[in-house]
């Protein structure tokens, strides 16, 4: 925590990855990922969060109470990785 308000975090995975093959066997590749985020909290009216991995991915979250009535709220979620592409 930087402030009350403020906060950075981090964290690394890594693992195999399984892979399937023509064969029976699976393949196992060694894989890592850094993950870096933000957060910043105005209680309780505003909070933004952000994240990015080192394999391209990218999100975003904003909530934002206007008033006692109306809260605006953002999802984005960005990937270089054709892999990671999701479809409803």
Known sequence: MLN???SLNHS????????PSQSTE?????????EFGATFIDHPKL???GRILTDGRLSARVKCDVSENLTLKANA?????A????SS
């Open 4 to 6: 009350q308000k403020f």
């Open 83 to 86: 892999q990671h592409k999701q």
């Open 26 to 34: 699976t393949i196992k590749i060694p894989t890592a990922n850094y």
């Open 77 to 81: 979620q960005r990937s270089l990785n």
């Open 12 to 19: 690394v995975s890594m693992g195999p990855t399984e892979i």
């Open 47 to 49: 909070m933004l969060l």
